[in-house]
């Protein structure tokens, strides 16, 4: 899925982030986002994605375009039927286990 590309940045917007650049550390007020010194809870790969694999496959077209339709714009309908697909599996596993 592609991106839009951002939009760039305005002379004031530059300015203000090289005066930002510039200033020394204990001048940043950083009050409103404090440091995490305690990582006790931290959690691993909350952001991990499974390695895709790209194959071929044949779906019935009123399934195919059930999903199109019902994806915003039309985008994203692959990764809807991925999800599906996933949910599924997990249930059968489950299941039989």
């Known amino acids: 899925m592609k991106k839009g590309a951002s939009r760039k940045l305005t002379k004031a917007q530059k300015a203000e982030l090289q005066a930002l650049a510039a200033l020394p550390d204990e001048q940043i007020d950083t009050s409103d986002i404090p440091e995490i010194r305690d990582w006790s809870g931290a959690q691993r790969n909350l952001l991990y994605r499974p390695v895709k694999q790209q194959i071929t ?41």
Do not use: C
């Open 57 to 97: 496959l044949r779906l019935d077209a009123d399934v195919v375009a059930w999903f199109k339709a019902n994806a915003p714009g039309g985008r994203g309908y692959q990764t809807e039927i991925n999800r599906v697909l996933r949910k599924h599996a997990a249930s059968e596993s489950r299941r039989a286990g």
